[in-house]
């Protein structure tokens, strides 16, 4: 009996012993599920965000040569939104970069790289991609983009644009994974700054989606959340505040991105009472620079 009770005790010492062992190696096995993709782009900082299938803590590291990233910044918040700002970079450079955890690297190929953004005095030529109705998943959706990388070929592209719907039909998180990060996910994303603009089916063709609190939108649209926008003016032009609208500064050329959808308290594009007409009022009349680019979703087809 005693014999029989030491064999029980060792086989449930076992067990416990690789439900452990198979517990702690899963736990680990993350995954990258969305991105990598850069938002919020300037002279000497950016912003890198992903997404993997489990939680972990977030590490960034980079360097002007590939293969060899002597800085690094982590961010201890334990989480599968991973969203990664790094500083003290230097203007009209190019800079290779790896994303991941402090206990492993989840990428870092060659094509992982950006460039940050010229001085505003810069006479170099700029480029710029600037893609709208584009999140629906198609052939042509397909062929726009390989068209694009055949044309630019190994030049340098200072933002990448949308003009609104970036996801077919009714914004929905699935819809942006499926319509618009995997399909840009191995080439546009990984290296061309990001700045984009809500179209109707980014609202589900619903402006109660951006209901507000007092006079604060929400924020809380999927298309709110996949995205971060130079909102505070981290790029010059006047803040916003909120992200269905922002300026900034590529150079000598001002770039609005406007709402033309959204429920602005009531109002909306063309009423000129409204919080976005009198902030755009306010960032054109403090504009400098010789060239001015408002660009926005024009129509609302479903």
């Known amino acids: 009996m005693q014999l029989m009770k030491k064999f029980y005790q060792k086989i449930f010492t076992l067990f416990f012993f690789f439900l452990f062992t198979f517990s702690k190696t899963t736990s680990f096995a993350q995954t990258l599920t969305r991105g990598p993709y850069l938002q919020v ?34 961010s201890a918040t334990s ?7 790094i500083s003290g ?14 206990t492993a690297t989840l990428q870092a190929t060659n094509t992982n790289y950006f460039l940050t953004l010229p001085l505003s005095a810069t006479t ?30 190994s ?22 994974q499926n319509n618009f990060f995997d399909v840009y996910k191995n080439d546009r994303l990984k290296y061309y700054k990001l700045y984009t603009a809500p179209g109707n089916h980014d609202y589900g063709n619903s402006t109660t989606n951006n209901t507000k609190t007092g006079s604060t939108p929400a924020n809380s649209m999927p298309y709110h959340l996949n995205f971060t926008v130079p909102m505070a003016g981290e790029i010059g032009g006047v803040a916003s505040g909120v992200k269905n609208y922002y300026s900034y500064n590529i150079g000598d050329v ?6 033309s959808y959204g429920n602005d308290g009531g109002n909306l594009l063309y009423d000129t009472s409204g919080a976005q007409a009198t902030w755009l009022k306010a960032d054109l009349a403090a504009n400098t620079k010789k060239w001015t680019i408002a660009y926005f979703q024009i129509g609302r087809e479903h």
Not at 48 to 70: D, E, H, L, Q
Not at 95 to 101: F, H, N, P
Not at 156 to 173: C, E, K, Q, R, W
Request: contains cysteine.
């Open 155 to 176: 030049n340098d592209v200072d933002a990448m644009i949308t003009l609104g719907d970036n996801a077919y039909s009714f914004g929905t998180d699935g819809e942006f």
């Open 79 to 85: 989480t599968t939104e991973h969203i990664v700002q």
């Open 41 to 74: 782009g300037t002279q000497s900082s950016i912003i890198i965000r992903w997404r993997t299938n489990v939680a972990s803590n977030s590490r960034v590291t980079w360097g002007t040569v590939f293969g060899t990233y002597p800085n690094t910044v982590d």
């Open 254 to 259: 001002h770039f609005i991105s406007l709402d």
């Open 89 to 102: 970079l230097t203007a009209d450079n190019k800079y290779w970069y790896t994303i991941g955890s402090t």
């Open 124 to 153: 170099r030529k700029l480029r710029f991609l600037a893609i709208g109705d584009c999140g629906n998943n198609s052939t042509n959706q397909v062929n726009v983009k390989n068209t694009f990388i055949n044309y630019i070929g």
